[in-house]
């Protein structure tokens, strides 16, 4: 069930890259220009990583929370990947969008699927971040956290899968050689997303 236009006075941001994109070092650029933008914190069953803090990178729980999360229909949107269950939690978006606020989502295609089920689209923009091929994304990512062959496999899957999605997006940002003219066009998003807030 879709929620009614009328009860929403904020804009979201969804931002779908795969890994290694820098979708996170143009969000982080975000907030530095934009000190009211608001962003979710997923929920996640996966186990916490090294230098990880809960609330702040995910809202780590059990698999068995998680799935009772999902009985109790407190996800806005949820997806598997890697055997692992992330969700954007109700409770994180909807007071913001109550207001007029901007908020940045950080989910994978199968969240935005749901996201466009459930949210007015003149309330949401699309960004799809790219930065190059598969072996350019793989080795940025490795640089940064080393990864077995499942994990590598199930993310060269979703790059694959998140190719196709390309067309979903209403801007398409390419990061891969010049971060300042990326930063530009982020923040031109983010700057067009204030002004479709209800006043």
């Known amino acids: 069930m879709q929620l009614v236009s009328e009860d929403i006075r904020g804009h979201v ?30 929920c996640t069953s996966r186990a916490m990583r090294p ?18 999360k999902v009985e109790a229909g407190d996800f806005l949107e949820w997806a598997v990947f ?17 207001h007029n606020d901007v908020v940045i989502v950080e989910i994978e295609l199968q969240g935005v699927e749901q996201l466009l089920d459930l949210l007015p689209r003149e309330h949401m923009t699309i960004v799809y971040v790219e930065a190059g091929g598969w072996e350019v994304l793989r080795a940025r990512a490795e640089a940064r ?36 003219l990326a930063y530009a066009e982020f923040d031109q998003v983010i700057e067009a997303a204030y002004l479709k807030c209800k006043n």
Do not use: C, W
């Not at 890697?82 to 109550?98: H, Q, V």
């Open 51 to 68: 230098g990880e803090v809960d609330g702040k990178h995910y809202h780590f729980v059990t698999p068995e929370i998680f799935d009772q």
């Open 82 to 98: 890697a055997g692992n269950k992330y969700g954007t939690l109700k409770s994180e978006i909807l007071p913001r969008l109550a």
């Open 145 to 180: 956290a080393p990864m077995d062959e499942v994990e590598l496999a199930a993310r060269h899957e979703r790059f694959l899968i998140e190719q196709q999605a390309k067309p979903i997006a209403d801007v398409v940002i390419d990061n891969s050689h010049n971060i300042e």
């Open 13 to 42: 941001v969804v931002v779908m890259a795969p890994m290694g994109s820098g979708k996170g070092t143009l969000i982080t650029h975000a907030h530095e220009q934009f000190p009211d933008l608001q962003q979710t914190v997923s």
